[in-house]
Structures are given as C-alpha cells and as structure tokens.
C-alpha cells in the first residue's frame, strides 16, 4: 500500500502543480517573470 500511497501523493502534486501553472499563463504572469529576469540579469551583466 505504500507504494500505491507515494504513487497518487506524486500525482496530486503534479497536478496541482500543473493548476497553478495554468492559472498564472491565464493571469498573465509569464510576462512579468520574463521581464524581470531579463532586468536581473542585465543588472547582474552591468549593461542596465
């Protein structure tokens, strides 16, 4: 049974994982995450 546990317990974290992934491409949230990495790294490279 343990086994069988581990395997749903993955499989709920995947799909909740999956749910909030979705949620924030609906939000329009990549575009700010890659906006701000793009900022960092220049900021980090010394071109910003």
Same mark, same amino acid.
């Given at each position: 049974?343990?086994?069988? /546990?581990?395997?749903?317990? @993955?499989?709920?974290?995947? %799909? *909740? ?6 949620? !924030? &491409?609906? /939000?329009?949230?990549?575009? @700010?995450?890659?906006?701000? %990495? *793009? ?6 490279? !010394? &071109?910003?």
């Amino acid at each position: 049974m343990s086994k069988l /546990r581990s395997r749903t317990f @993955t499989c709920i974290l995947i %799909a *909740a994982a999956l749910a909030a992934l979705i949620f !924030g &491409l609906w /939000r329009g949230e990549a575009l @700010t995450v890659f906006s701000r %990495a *793009a900022h960092i790294c220049l900021e980090c490279i !010394g &071109l910003g």
